[in-house]
């Protein structure tokens, strides 16, 4: 699996596990827009423990006679936390909801009507509240470490890093992503070659994000960068860096890596070299991606934190902090810890 490198590597960290139990991850979802009280589609805001998205999505179906396919949701939450998130269930009225707390373990925080069902991706992102246990050092200690780092990360923001959630159990996915994209791997199952590709798009996400912080580029912008407004979400060639660059380091932009595909809009000059390069030393050309039918897109490169909070329990170490959809708090958490992988700080349960 792919090593990555720490972004406050001078900075030592407190060691340490996550998840020892649900209570110690705590996320919730912030939805993308609030229900309005009026429509054909009952949103339900549920807290559960030991139960993965999918799991409550087909309980809920189950309970009410519902096809699971008609259950919406705007992202995907593991079990091994304690998670709040929205739920859309067709046809049902705010009332239904009594229901769910006298069949299933779960607490409804409320219930009401909307016109369209949830749909993944209708998020602004998620509040983390987590709690690190099993440190290398006392907790006054790992608090007077976190806090430079976490000093660090404000001012600067970081890379926003794949996790290792994104390769597969054993690591191997962005691999035989690769050999579907050269011709080989699994031929008929649509669904796996495309999860297996999009492994291996994220990993060349991940090597170009290194290449950049190696270089010394991660607080610059370069000519040709294609960024990302902050507010708006609308994105721009960068034709003069120097212009844009104090925008770029008040948060108020930043630059985007790319997801290779046939249709991705690809960054110019400076920039487009960098992307040109790795994809060469990957072996690869834009054919590959037409002919696996890989449209491809753009990530921002940098994940902007300007609030962490940090606390201490008993013999623990405790922070929150929001993330915007589609990025990892095991790339935040392993700043603080110096774990080199996941699959080290979350060693006490493993994988769905």
């Known amino acids: 699996m792919q090593t990555l490198p720490f972004f406050t590597p001078n900075l030592p960290g407190c060691g340490g596990q996550l998840k020892a139990q649900p209570s110690h991850f705590v996320v919730e979802e912030i939805p993308l827009y609030e229900a309005s009280g009026q429509g054909a589609h009952l949103y339900l805001s549920i807290t559960r423990e030991g139960w993965n998205t999918k799991r409550v999505a087909d309980s809920l179906a189950k309970l009410y006679g519902i096809n699971g396919k008609d259950v919406g949701y705007a992202g995907l939450k593991d079990r091994h936390a304690r998670s709040t998130q929205t739920f859309s269930l067709p046809g049902l009225a705010p009332s239904d909801a009594d229901r769910i707390e006298e069949k299933l373990p779960f607490s409804v925080n409320w219930a009401r009507c909307h016109n369209n069902k949830l749909k993944v991706g209708h998020l ?16 006054d200690e790992a608090l007077c470490r976190a806090q430079p780092i976490a000093t660090t990360l404000k001012q600067r923001g970081m890379p926003n890093f794949f996790g290792a959630q994104r390769f597969g159990t054993d690591g191997t996915n962005a691999a035989r992503g690769r050999e579907v994209l050269l011709g080989g791997g699994p031929h008929k199952d649509k669904w796996l070659r495309k999860l297996l590709i999009s492994a291996y798009q994220s990993q060349l996400f991940n ?15 370069l000519l040709g960068d294609v960024a990302k407004k902050a507010d708006t979400g609308g994105m721009f060639d960068v034709e003069d860096e120097e212009v844009e660059q104090p925008r770029y380091e008040r948060g108020e932009i930043h630059f985007t890596g790319p997801i290779y ?28 991606w037409r002919r696996a039918r890989t449209q491809g897109t753009r990530r921002p490169g940098r994940l902007w934190l300007p609030e962490i909070s940090l606390g201490t ?31 080290i700080i979350e060693k006490r349960y493993g994988k769905d």
Do not use: C, Q
């Open 261 to 288: 595909g046939k249709k991705m809009w690809p960054a110019k000059k400076v920039a487009g070299e960098l992307e040109r390069e790795i994809l060469e030393e990957a072996g690869l050309t834009e054919e590959n």
């Open 207 to 221: 090597s170009y994000l290194t290449r950049r912080l190696e270089r010394g580029l991660f607080d610059h912008l």
């Open 124 to 139: 602004l992102g998620n509040r983390f509240r987590i709690t690190v246990t099993d440190m290398d050092v006392p907790a």
């Open 313 to 343: 329990g008993d013999s623990t170490l405790e922070l929150a902090f929001f993330l915007p959809k589609g990025s990892y708090a095991t790339i935040v958490l392993r700043e603080f810890t110096k774990n080199k992988s996941a699959a």
